[in-house]
Every structure is written in structure tokens, then in C-alpha cells.
Nanobody, 117 residues
Framework: QVQLVESGGGLVQPGGSLRLSCQIS????????VGWYRRAPGKEREFVAAIVTGGNKKYADSVTGRFTISGDRIKRMVYLQMNDMNPEDTAVYYC???????????WGQGTQVTVSS
């Protein structure tokens, strides 16, 4: 079974930055989507960012220009660089990968990110 382990979460002040990491147990080329979702308190899980087929990157409107997703195929890592953070970014962030076609989607356990002064 694919294992995803997130790290890098924590407490940051508004306007600050944080970098999340996701260690994946398989080669990134085994998946057609690698990305990040988040769940804020009292809200449903929402899409944040992803790398899709062809290496294209997609972002939620709320994070465009502030967050950057990247991957390292050699290290089997996916990163989420978060800049100019605000309290609305407070959530549990989940790494996810999806196999091609109707393949299984896998999720990490999540890492807590809190933006507060």
C-alpha cells in the first residue's frame, strides 16, 4: 500500500511562511496526480494545489500567487511552499496521490498548520 508522510506543519504568524513536505513510498511517475488538500475547522476538505499529467500545476484561487507546489522525483518528495499566510489558511493539510484512470487515491495522515498572531 502507498504510504504518504507529511511534515513541516506548525504555528506561523500572519504574513509568515511555511514549507510542507510529503514523503511518498513509490516513484512519483506511478501517479498522474500528486497534490495537497486541506480541511479547516468546521469545513469540508478542499483542494489546494496539484501537479497533474505533463507536469502542469494547478492551484485553488485562494492560494494562487502565494503557494507553490513542487516535486523531487529522485527523493520521492512533494513540497508545498506557503508564503504570505493568513488565518484562513489554518487547516490540516493532506498530501495525496492518484493512480491513472480509475486508480486508487491515497492520503497521508495530515499535518496541522495554524496561522495566528
Amino acid at each position: 500500500q502507498v504510504q504518504l508522510v507529511e511534515s513541516g506543519g506548525g504555528l506561523v504568524q500572519p504574513g509568515g511562511s511555511l514549507r510542507l513536505s510529503c514523503q511518498i513510498s513509490e516513484m512519483l511517475s506511478n501517479f498522474n496526480v500528486v497534490g495537497w488538500y486541506r480541511r479547516a475547522p468546521g469545513k469540508e476538505r478542499e483542494f489546494v494545489a496539484a501537479i497533474v499529467t505533463g507536469g502542469n500545476k494547478k492551484y485553488a484561487d485562494s492560494v494562487t500567487g502565494r503557494f507553490t507546489i513542487s516535486g523531487d522525483r529522485i527523493k520521492r518528495m512533494v513540497y508545498l511552499q506557503m508564503n504570505d499566510m493568513n488565518p484562513e489558511d489554518t487547516a490540516v493539510y493532506y498530501c495525496n496521490v492518484k493512480r491513472p484512470g480509475w486508480g486508487q487515491t491515497y492520503w497521508g495522515q495530515g499535518t496541522q498548520v495554524t496561522v495566528s498572531s
